[in-house]
């Protein structure tokens, strides 16, 4: 599975912004998937997925073979690049990332 991930850019503090993930297989027939970020010096972080919530609203559109991740009143610390994530059929797969960047 090929995950391309966009969506993110320079956002003041604040501000919102919508990451897309588009995957080369039907999303419908994907166990899980779910967004990470990591920071320099950091391990990746879980932000939010299938059956997982947090902060940020995770969804799906199956009949785009896309995820979203809705990034909402953004603090300088969420900062970071956000990786698109799927399990499917026991293997883990990753997209390259896209990089969120919040001004204070």
């Known amino acids: 599975v090929q995950l391309q991930a966009s969506g993110g850019g320079l956002v003041r503090a604040g501000g919102s912004l919508r990451l897309s993930c588009v995957a080369s297989?039907?999303?419908?027939?994907?166990?899980?998937m779910a967004w990470y970020r990591q920071t320099p010096g950091t391990g990746r972080e879980l932000v939010a997925g299938d059956a997982v919530r947090g902060r940020f609203t995770f969804s799906r559109d199956n009949a785009k073979n896309t995820v979203y991740l809705h990034l909402t009143d953004l603090k300088a610390e969420d900062s970071a690049v956000y990786f698109c994530?799927?399990?499917?059929?026991?293997?883990?797969?990753w997209g390259k990332g896209t990089l969120v960047t919040v001004s204070s």
């Open positions: 994530y799927a399990r499917d059929q026991g293997a883990d797969y």
């Open positions: 297989k039907s999303t419908f027939d994907i166990n899980y």
